[in-house]
Every structure is written in C-alpha cells, then in structure tokens.
C-alpha cells in the first residue's frame, strides 16, 4: 500500500510530459477536480496538480527529443548517482543522468531493459507528493513488461524491489514491494505483455493508477472531455473496479475504485 511515509523505492512523485499543456492540464482539472498551479517561466512550464491543497501530480511540457506525452513514475533514492551506476550494470539505460532540480532534490531518468521508461527523485526540500491513495491521488503502479521475471531482476537489483507471482484470473501477475516491508508494502505489479497484448500494440511501460470514488463514472466523463478508453471498466475481486485510458494526447493512465480490504 503507497503512503507518504517514504522509503527508498516507493513511489513518491509522478508528472505528465504533454504536447499540449495547456489543453491536457484542462482535461485532468476537469477529470479529477484537481487544481493547476504553475511555477512560472524559471520553472519551464513546469507545475503541480493539486487537491484540497496537496500536491497528486505535476505536469509539463514535453523535455526530451521525440518523446510523445506520457506520465512519469518517480521512486525514491538515496542517491540518484549511485541508482545510475546500478542501472547501467544491471542493463538499463540512463537517459537524463542525474542532476538537481533547484533545492528541491535531485533526479535522474531512465529506461529498463524491456524498454519502460522511469526515474528516481532523492529528495531534499521536497519529499515528494502530499497524499497518495486518496480518491484523485496516486493509488498504484503496474509495469508492462515483456519478461516479468527478467524485469523483476533488474529492478531488485537497481531499487530493492521484492517480487511475489499471485493469482490473477488467468493472468500471470507479480506484486512488487519495498524492501523488507512484505506485502503491506506493495507498491505495484508486474504483467507480462503476451503476444495477443503486442499484436494488440502494447508497449513495455510504466502505467499509474489514480485511486477514484466511482470508476464508470470517471470513464464516461473522460469520453466527454475527449480521452479515449482503452480498457472498459471491469472488476477484479479482492482488487476493485477499474479501467485503462488514454488522454486527448496519448498518455496513459488509470483509474481504480479500490474494494475496502476487510480486517
């Protein structure tokens, strides 16, 4: 479970890379009620998404080259030097190497041997998002990966990571957790993309979950604002309801309305 308590490996920030700013901070604003407070021109465009006055997300435009709008996972590091010269020795890819972000800490970004992008925040004067798991907060994390063993390897040896295989209906899935926090530390899962997911055009990526009130509902008022739904709202038992989208620019994401879990 994410909380922001956070530990080295648990997710702690996340932001949106848009084409288009302006137009995808409308849309999320309108999805999610969050607020948008931009940090001005000395920040590049750069800014938060806010609800009841804590920070959910960030968002900006596009920084690198032949990116498409997309939202980054952020997972926090002691030492984002050091998580660099791990991702290279276990066969990642640095592709922002490390360096600070004013006073408010510093990252670095990266992609996985399978191809999913990520990145690291070591935090310093900012710790990292003010409420997870919250409805209209970061709820939970899941890869897509093309191997989810090989993947479950590279990221213990570069976070710490523990990987436990669970039963899913039919699908093969691994929870991942911090380091000795069990599975009351779980933070995210691993799926295996098949071959029906690829012919399916499914890429190896990183997908976040925002926690919601009403999955369907939240759903039908994407299709209004222009997103677009690329899994309809299911259920899973024990889990909850939940749904895969795509923004009016590509970027995607999720959306679960988590089943209380029963003491």
């Given at each position: 479970?994410?909380?922001?308590?956070?530990?080295?490996?648990?997710?702690?920030?996340i932001d949106l890379g848009s084409a288009d700013t302006g137009a995808a901070v409308s849309f999320y604003t309108g999805l999610f009620a969050w607020d948008a407070q931009s940090l001005g021109p000395e920040a590049g465009g750069y800014g938060f998404f806010r609800l009841g006055g804590k920070t959910v997300a960030a968002f900006g435009p596009l920084s690198e080259e032949g990116m498409r709008s997309s939202w980054t996972l952020y997972f926090q590091t002691a030492d984002a030097d050091a998580t660099a010269k791990a991702v290279e020795q276990a066969g990642g890819t640095v592709r922002l190497a490390p360096f600070d972000v004013f006073t408010n800490g510093r990252m670095a970004g990266f992609t996985d041997p399978g191809g999913a992008e990520f990145a690291v925040w070591q935090p310093r004067d900012t710790k990292g998002l003010d409420a997870v798991t919250e409805p209209g907060s970061l709820g939970w994390a899941e890869l897509y990966a093309p191997d989810a063993a090989a993947a479950g390897a590279f990221y213990g040896a570069v976070l710490e990571w523990q990987a436990q295989d669970v039963p899913l209906g039919t699908t093969r899935y691994t929870v991942l957790s911090t380091s000795g926090g069990g599975r009351e530390a779980s933070l995210g899962g691993i799926v295996e993309i098949t071959g029906e997911m690829r012919d399916a055009g499914v890429t190896p990526h990183w997908l976040p979950y925002f926690e919601v009130e009403d999955a369907d509902a939240v759903v039908a008022k994407a299709g209004q604002l222009g997103g677009r739904v690329v899994m309809a709202p299911r259920h899973a038992e024990g889990v909850g309801r939940f749904a895969h989208l795509a923004d009016p620019f590509g970027a995607l994401f999720a959306v679960i309305a988590s089943q209380p879990q029963q003491s």
């Open positions: 479970m994410l909380t922001t308590q956070y530990v080295n490996g648990a997710p702690n920030w």
